[in-house]
């Protein structure tokens, strides 16, 4: 069995309510729900939810809430990993045999049907632990710099001051979209960022993360614009 976990818990404090706040004309989870369904990898896409008003959304979208997340997952500081982990245990105690879950973020407008395939496809044919979104930084990270007292600078790398940028090593991070895992690696919680995962290369224009009012609305603005840009492709 694959199946696609959302978690979406109801508590958040920057963007109140952003799981289901209108994003470009749906409620901001209802793109996570439709790119997992439509990308046809999962014979369940589920949203791991402590609140009833999402859990209302996600289910008249297409997708099954078949449980409600506890209050001690449900808080501030709970990560990723357990909130998988709970989910796939939930599955193993109703007699299902779970080879793979993919974590998906709520807030992931951005997210394509086809990176998820990918995302599968990679997870299979490297024998990684886990396989998730990935995009390159802008500007090379060797060349960063530090404010000091008063407004001054020093680089973090100085000694990367007189190398070209081409140079330099590309440098990725996190995409924030979707993490592919086997479902022993959900269940031991084992470290994502690291040797046994694999990266899912995303273009930089369909990246951004929203924790703030000021993320979203520079977010409708890069979603309305690559819509226009596919509307006359």
Same mark, same amino acid.
């Given at each position: 069995m694959k199946v696609a976990i959302i978690p979406a818990r109801g508590g958040s404090k920057r963007i109140p309510r952003k799981n289901v706040r209108g994003f470009c004309g749906k409620p901001m989870i209802v793109w996570s729900i439709?790119?997992?369904?439509?990308? =046809? +990898?999962?014979?369940?896409?589920? !949203?791991?939810?402590?609140d009833e008003?999402?859990?209302?959304v996600a289910r008249r979208s297409g997708a099954s809430v078949p449980f409600m997340r506890p209050a001690s997952l449900s808080d501030d500081y709970t990560g990723t990993l357990?909130?998988?982990?709970?989910?796939v245990e939930w599955f193993v105690g109703q007699g299902y045999s779970v080879e793979s879950a993919c974590c998906i973020y709520a807030t992931a407008p951005f997210i394509s049907a086809d990176d998820l395939r990918r995302g599968e496809d990679l997870l299979?044919?490297? =024998? +990684?632990?886990?396989?998730?979104? !990935?995009t390159s930084f802008a500007f090379p990270v060797q060349r960063a710099l530090r404010l000091l007292e008063g407004g001054r600078v020093e680089m973090?790398?100085?000694?990367?001051?007189?190398?070209?940028?081409?140079?330099?090593?590309e440098a990725?991070?996190?995409?924030?979209?979707?993490?592919w895992g086997t479902a022993d690696a959900w269940c031991q919680e084992r470290v994502i960022f690291g040797?046994?995962?694999?990266?899912?290369?995303?273009?930089?224009?369909?990246?951004?993360?929203?924790?703030?009012?000021?993320d979203w609305e520079f977010a409708e603005y890069l979603f309305e614009a690559a819509r226009v840009r596919s509307d006359h492709a």
């Open positions: 439709e790119a997992a369904l439509k990308s =046809g +990898c999962f014979d369940e896409v589920i !949203v791991s939810t402590d008003e999402i859990a209302d357990p909130v998988i982990h709970h989910a299979r044919s490297t =024998g +990684c632990s886990f396989a998730f979104s !990935v973090l790398q100085p000694e990367q001051f007189a190398t070209r940028s081409q140079d330099l090593e990725w991070h996190d995409a924030g979209q979707f993490y040797p046994e995962s694999v990266g899912v290369p995303v273009p930089r224009y369909r990246v951004q993360d929203i924790d703030t009012l000021e």
